[in-house]
């Protein structure tokens, strides 16, 4: 909602029902990015790293968990962060590299502040 002034006149912008749709899909969308810490941990990872290959990331996550990832799942889990907006997929010749986007990258912070505010 924005608030100006034009020639002495208050305007007052109500979003369309086609922001408020928006806004809400987005915050479906960040409450269930929330209920995966593996997808957090996956966002972690490429914040990181800037992109990466998605072996990579799995051999990374693997390594922090200390157990093998059920490649179907852990894919899956992949193009839900891509279907979401919080990674991006790119094509390089025969692998897919991801990075963070913007939105990911708040969403981490974000939840980052939250951890960081329950633990002081």
Same mark, same amino acid.
């Given at each position: 909602?924005?608030?100006? @002034?034009?020639?002495?006149?208050?305007?007052?912008?109500?979003?369309?029902? *086609?922001?408020?749709? +928006?806004?809400? /899909?987005?915050?479906?969308? =960040?409450?269930?990015?929330?209920?995966?810490?593996? *997808?957090?941990?996956?966002?972690?990872?490429?914040?990181?790293?800037?992109?990466?290959?998605?072996?990579?990331?799995?051999? *990374?996550?693997?390594?922090?968990?200390?157990?093998?990832? /059920?490649?179907?799942?852990? =894919?899956?889990?992949? /193009?839900?962060?891509?279907? @979401?907006?919080? %990674?991006?997929?790119? %094509?390089?010749?025969? =692998?897919?590299? =991801?990075?963070?986007?913007? +939105?990911?990258?708040?969403?981490?912070?974000?939840?980052?502040?939250?951890?960081?505010?329950?633990?002081?």
């Amino acid at each position: 909602m924005a608030v100006g @002034s034009e020639a002495g006149q208050s305007k007052l912008s109500v979003p369309s029902e *086609r922001e408020n749709d +928006v806004a809400t /899909d987005a915050a479906r969308t =960040y409450m269930r990015w929330h209920q995966s810490g593996t *997808r957090r941990d996956i966002c972690i990872i490429l914040a990181d790293a800037g992109e990466l290959r998605g072996q990579r990331v799995k051999t *990374r996550l693997e390594s922090r968990y200390d157990e093998q990832l /059920d490649p179907k799942r852990f =894919y899956g889990m992949l /193009d839900r962060l891509v279907e @979401s907006g919080h %990674v991006e997929k790119r %094509v390089e010749g025969l =692998y897919d590299v =991801y990075s963070l986007t913007e +939105v990911g990258g708040r969403a981490l912070g974000e939840q980052f502040e939250w951890m960081r505010e329950m633990v002081e």
